[in-house]
């Protein structure tokens, strides 16, 4: 692959200037962060055409992250299956064993760039916040993380990994203790250090310009693949799969697709314990809270009740578990370029174990939504049909949830 074009961006009409996709996007945010965002556009766009800032990033995402990731046929879950041919996008096998890190990498070359040698962070379940300490180490940068304290007892391993990593890690007490407050956090302490503080967001959410950078960061997953399945299969695919939370892994594998009518783009949002229920995270399927709102900077779909107040969400994998979707997913889905669809926790701890069980692959409970469509959509398709479907990461994280889940002993 040309080193050189590894990142682009501008190459779509959207956002706009004022950052938005259709009526969605935007950015809602205190005065006082204004002129850091506007700093931030006129850098980003800077560094996009600096040859020497592409070529740094296609180097450590060469060297360092071990890209570029396989696209790995499915050739017994195919089988398995009947119908179309299945391939894999392997992002579980980047380093720290996920996509988040193709974005954190780009955001703190830029940081680096901009002079600001102090990031903040926010994550949920921790995969950001390793991330984000991860290139913070590699980098040399000063990396300060906010995580609920509810989630901080959930998921131990990754505080560790953070503090050993050299982040310090900052418990919020506030509200529900989970991801939503850890943001409020996290936005707090850039308004009050916004000259010498870079805020690395984790998805292709918040205000403009960060879900159109994230998007531009992990599109490196769509460019990648359109070239190695046609080396695989032959040919491109007709449908692709990923899983959808802030919408950051489907967007950088959508956009590789988006001019192609004949390819059907499929995001998939996490359905908990079913659309009824209420507990779930499917900003897009549930008609009745699922509506148009503002969260957290950007205009987008969120889950909230008749007085619009944000509602809580439930999936049994954390990394989808949040109340707002990125905005460019909302202008895709009213513009029919993509479509979005649901998987049940059930659905996906089913889809984790056939994964196990037939590949030899262990995927991220949210990487186990797009295989649980797969498993759907496969079947009525024709033996040389093609599905991609985006693996955004490994499931090692998951072990303890799915051994509760399934209830397994040794
Ligand atoms: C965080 C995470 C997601 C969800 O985030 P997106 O921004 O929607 O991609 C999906 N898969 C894995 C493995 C994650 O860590």
Redesign the pocket.
């Known amino acids: 692959m040309d080193e050189n074009v590894y990142i682009k961006t501008g190459v779509t009409n959207v956002p706009d200037e004022g950052g938005y996709f259709g009526e969605y996007g935007g950015r809602f945010v205190p005065e006082t962060l204004v002129p850091a965002l506007d700093e931030l556009i006129v850098a980003y766009k800077e560094a996009m055409a600096d040859p020497e800032f592409q070529h740094e990033l296609a180097h450590l995402q060469t060297t360092y992250t071990g890209r570029p990731t396989p696209v790995t046929y499915a050739k017994r879950l195919s089988e398995h299956l009947g119908g179309a041919q299945i391939y894999l996008k392997r992002e579980d096998l980047a380093h720290t064993g996920?996509?988040?890190i193709n974005n954190a990498i780009g955001q703190a070359l830029l940081a680096k760039r901009m002079g600001k040698h102090r990031i903040v962070a926010e994550t949920g379940a921790g995969?950001?916040g390793v991330a984000s300490a991860t290139v913070s180490a590699l980098l040399g940068l000063d990396c300060h993380v906010y995580m609920g304290s509810v989630d901080m007892a959930r998921q131990k391993p990754n505080v560790f990994r953070m503090k050993l990593l050299g982040a310090e890690v900052i418990p919020v007490e506030s509200g529900s203790k989970t991801l939503k407050d850890a943001i409020n956090e996290a936005i707090r302490d850039w308004v009050t250090n916004v000259r010498t503080t870079f805020y690395l967001l984790g998805?292709?959410l918040g205000p403009h310009p960060y879900p159109m950078m994230v998007r531009d960061f992990q599109s490196v997953i769509g460019t990648e693949a359109r070239e190695q399945i046609v080396k695989e299969a032959g040919r491109l695919p007709d449908v692709c799969i990923a899983?959808?939370?802030?919408?950051?892994?489907?967007i950088g594998l959508f956009h590789a697709f988006r001019d192609d009518k004949n390819i059907e783009l499929i995001g998939v949002e996490a359905g908990g314990h079913g659309i009824a229920s209420g507990e779930h995270a499917a900003r897009f399927a549930d008609p009745n809270m699922g509506r148009p709102g503002v969260l957290q900077g950007t205009r987008s779909f969120v889950l909230q009740n008749a007085d619009g107040q944000i509602m809580n969400t439930h999936s049994v994998s954390a990394?989808?578990d949040y109340a707002s979707v990125g905005p460019e997913h909302a202008y895709f889905r009213e513009n029919e370029i993509a479509h979005y669809t649901v998987a049940t926790d059930d659905e996906a701890l089913a889809a984790f174990q056939t994964l196990c069980k037939l590949e030899g692959i262990i995927p991220?409970l949210?990487?186990s939504h797009g295989v649980a469509e797969v498993i759907k959509r496969a079947p009525t398709l024709p033996k040389d049909a093609v599905i991609l479907v985006n693996l955004?990461?490994r499931g090692d994280k998951d072990l303890d949830t799915v051994i509760k889940e399934l209830g397994m002993n040794v």
Do not use: M, R, T, Y
């Open positions: 996920a996509h988040k995969q950001h998805s292709a899983c959808v939370g802030g919408g950051s892994n489907a990394g989808l991220a949210e990487s955004s990461g």
